[in-house]
C-alpha cells in the first residue's frame, strides 16, 4: 500500500511530493546497483552468514532496488533455515526476518514479483511464497515510512540523490527528523542517521555508498553521531573497482558500522573483486585476532567528534597528528589562503583583456589554470572587468561611461544572477568581491583538481580565476613556502582531509591547504631558507622533500612513511 495516502494525506505538498519520487525513473532516484560478488561480501563483513540461525534474526534492506541485496538475503536465510531443520521456524518466524523498502512503485512491483518467483524456486508455495513477500516489502519512502525495529542487521546501498533534486516540502519533512542533514548532505547521509537508530544492542549496519561524507563538512554532524554512540568497526575503500554494474562518478567505501562500544577500526584499501578472495578478505577483517600478510591495517580512534576520519596508514596518521601537536597552522604564522573569483557570469566579466571596452583602471589581467599548466605563469591574455574600487566597495557608474556601457549591453545575462535578483541596486556586482590590491601582491597560485601538489608563484601582476586557490603571507618567504606546498608533506595533509576525484586526483581547496602545519619563519634557520627557496626555483622535487623533511625533522621511520606520496614534477 501506498505509504503517503496512509500518513500523508493531511499535508498535500508533502503526499504530491512522495508521489511524484514514487513515480520518478530509476537515475534520478540515485538507484546504482551492486556487483553480487560486493554484496556478498557486505553480508560477510556483517555477518549475516547462513551459519547463524538467521530465522531468528531480523535484518532490514532500507532501499532494495531491482534485489541486488535482497536476494542474496532470502537465499542466506533460507539456507540456514533448512540448516536447522524448517519445523524449528515457523512461516511467522520467518515473515518476522526480513524487512525491505523501496520507493520506486514500479520497481517495487518488479522486484516483488521477483521475489516470489525465487521463493518458489526454492520449494515454497505460491501461497506462503506470496504471503511472505507481503510480509517482507513496504513500498515506500524509507525515511518517513514507520517501521517496528529493532533490527540485528541493516545492509545496502542507499540511494544517491543531491538535495536540490528532492521536492522542497520533502526535503523539509527529511531536515524536520534528521539532525545530520547539515550544508549540501546527500539522502544517504539520513538513510545512515536513521539505519543506525534502528540498530538492535550488538546490531550491525553494512553499507557501500560514496566515501564524502567520512570527510567533508556535511558529514561532520553524522561522524558526530558514530563517535559518540558506535563502533567504527571496518572501513574499506573501493576507489578505483568495479564494485557497481555501472560507472559512477563518486569514489564508494563500504562502511561497517555496530551498535557497541568504540574501538579500533580495520581498514583495508581497494581490493581485487574476485569472490575467493572477497571472501578470505572478509574473514581477516572480522578475525578476532588480525592475520598477519592480509594487508589489513587497525587504525585506533578514527571517529573523533566531528572530525574527518583519517583513515591513511598507521604511520602516516602518527606522522600527521605528530606534526599537528607540534606546529601551528599555516594562517597561524601570517599565511593567507584565499579562492579566486566567481563572477556568476564569465562570458560578460571576462574577456581578451586588450579587447575589454572599459576604463583602463576598470580592468584587471586575469591568471587562469590554463596559464600555468607548465608550472610557471604563462599568460593566454584574458582580463577581468572590475565594478570594485580600492576598498571593494561597487564603484559609482556615473564615473564610469565606458564600464556602464559595457555592463548594460550585457545586462540581461548580469542582472539574471541569483546574486542580483537578490539585490537589484548591486546588480552589476561580481559573485566575489574583488579586492584589486591581490593582483599586485605576490603569491603562490594552486589549482584546486590536481593530481600533483601544482604551485607555481606568481611575483604579483595578476588577478586569480575562481578555479584557482592562492597563498599570500607577509611573513614566509613565499619561494621557501613554494618547497613546503610543493612536498610531500604538504601532500600528506591534504590526502588525509580531501576526498579524492575521478582518476585518484586530490582537491587543494582552501579549507585542506589550511590544515597544513609548518613552523614560525623566524625558527627557520637561514641555510634552510636557502635549500628551500633554491629547491623551489629549481623545481626540484627532491630537494624540496629533503628540505621539508629536515624543517620538520623527520626521522627515518617517518620519511619512509611518506614513500608514495611524492608526485612527480611539474
Known amino acids: 500500500m501506498d505509504m503517503a495516502s496512509i500518513f500523508f494525506d493531511r499535508d498535500e505538498h508533502l503526499a504530491s511530493a512522495i508521489q511524484q519520487l514514487s513515480g520518478a525513473s530509476g537515475a534520478s532516484l540515485g538507484a546504482v546497483f551492486t ?7 557486505i553480508l560477510d563483513l556483517s555477518g549475516y552468514t547462513a551459519d547463524l540461525p538467521l530465522q531468528h534474526k531480523r535484518i532490514l534492506e532500507p532501499s532494495f532496488g531491482g534485489g541486488d541485496f535482497l536476494f542474496a538475503i532470502i537465499r542466506r536465510l533460507l539456507s540456514a533455515w533448512r540448516a536447522r531443520g524448517r519445523a524449528r521456524a515457523t512461516q511467522d518466524e520467518l515473515a518476522q526476518a526480513i524487512k525491505a523498502v523501496e520507493l520506486h512503485r514500479e520497481t517495487f512491483e518488479a522486484t516483488r514479483a521477483a521475489v516470489v518467483a525465487l521463493l518458489q524456486q526454492e520449494g515454497l508455495s505460491r501461497k506462503t511464497a506470496t504471503a511472505l513477500a507481503d510480509r517482507w516489502l513496504v513500498q515506500g519512502d524509507f525515511l518517513l515510512t514507520p517501521l517496528e525495529g529493532p533490527f540485528d542487521f541493516v545492509v545496502g546501498n542507499p540511494p544517491y540523490v543531491r538535495q536540490e533534486m528532492i521536492p522542497a516540502a520533502l526535503l523539509s519533512a527529511y531536515r524536520s527528523r534528521y539532525a545530520t542533514i547539515y550544508d549540501r548532505a546527500d539522502l544517504y547521509i539520513p538513510f545512515i542517521e536513521r539505519s543506525l537508530h534502528l540498530l538492535a544492542e550488538g546490531g550491525t549496519l553494512g553499507f557501500i555508498c560514496a566515501n564524502r561524507w567520512v570527510k567533508n563538512r556535511y558529514g561532520g554532524p553524522l561522524r558526530k553521531l558514530v563517535a559518540e554512540n558506535f563502533h567504527l568497526k571496518i572501513y ?36 581485487h573483486l574476485e569472490p575467493n578472495e572477497l571472501s578470505g578478505l572478509a574473514q581477516a577483517l572480522r578475525a578476532r585476532r588480525l592475520p598477519q600478510g592480509s594487508g589489513v591495517q587497525e587504525l585506533a580512534q578514527v571517529a573523533r567528534g566531528t572530525a574527518p576520519w583519517l583513515l591513511e596508514p598507521p604511520q602516516q596518521v602518527a606522522l600527521l597528528r605528530r606534526l599537528e601537536e ?17 563572477t556568476g557570469a564569465d562570458k560578460a566579466f571576462i574577456g581578451d583583456y586588450e579587447d575589454l571596452e572599459v576604463e583602463p583602471e576598470r580592468k584587471l589581467p586575469l591568471v587562469t589554470t590554463r596559464d600555468i599548466v607548465h608550472g610557471e605563469v604563462q599568460w593566454q591574455g584574458k582580463g577581468l572587468v572590475n565594478p570594485f574600487d580600492e576598498e571593494g566597495r561597487l564603484v559609482d557608474l556615473q564615473r564610469y561611461p565606458r564600464l556602464r556601457a559595457y555592463l548594460e549591453a550585457r545586462r540581461e545575462l548580469i542582472a539574471g544572477r541569483h546574486c542580483a535578483r537578490r539585490s537589484p541596486a548591486q546588480w552589476y556586482r561580481t559573485i566575489d568581491r574583488i579586492i584589486p590590491s591581490l593582483a599586485r601582491t605576490p603569491k603562490l597560485l594552486i589549482p584546486d ?12 601582476g595578476f588577478y586569480p580565476h575562481h578555479n584557482l586557490y592562492y597563498v599570500t603571507s607577509e611573513t614566509w618567504d613565499l619561494r621557501a613556502l613554494q618547497a613546503v606546498l610543493r612536498s610531500s608533506v604538504a601532500r600528506l595533509f591534504v590526502a588525509a582531509y580531501s576526498t579524492r576525484m575521478r582518476g585518484g586526483y586530490l582537491r587543494f581547496q582552501a579549507q585542506y591547504l589550511r590544515r597544513i602545519r609548518i613552523p614560525p619563519w623566524s625558527e627557520v634557520p637561514q641555510v634552510l631558507r636557502l635549500e628551500l627557496a633554491e629547491a623551489a626555483q629549481r623545481r626540484d ?12 625533522g623527520l626521522s627515518c621511520d617517518e620519511r619512509a612513511a611518506l614513500e608514495g606520496l611524492e608526485a612527480p614534477p611539474t
Open 236 to 271: 574499506v575503500d573501493m576507489s578505483g573497482t568495479a564494485a557497481f554494474r555501472s560507472n559512477v562518478t563518486a569514489y564508494p567505501a563500504i562502511t561497517v558500522i555496530s551498535r557497541d562500544r568504540p574501538g579500533p577500526t580495520r581498514v583495508f584499501y581497494r581490493p
Open 541 to 552: 622535487l627532491e630537494a624540496c622533500n629533503q628540505a621539508v623533511f629536515e624543517l620538520f
Open 326 to 342: 607540534r606546529f601551528p597552522t599555516i594562517e597561524e604564522v601570517g599565511c593567507k589562503v584565499g579562492i579566486g573569483v566567481a
Open 35 to 41: 556487483r553480487p560478488e560486493v554484496v556478498e561480501f
Open 449 to 460: 583538481i590536481k593530481g600533483t601538489a601544482h604551485v607555481v608563484f606568481e611575483q604579483g
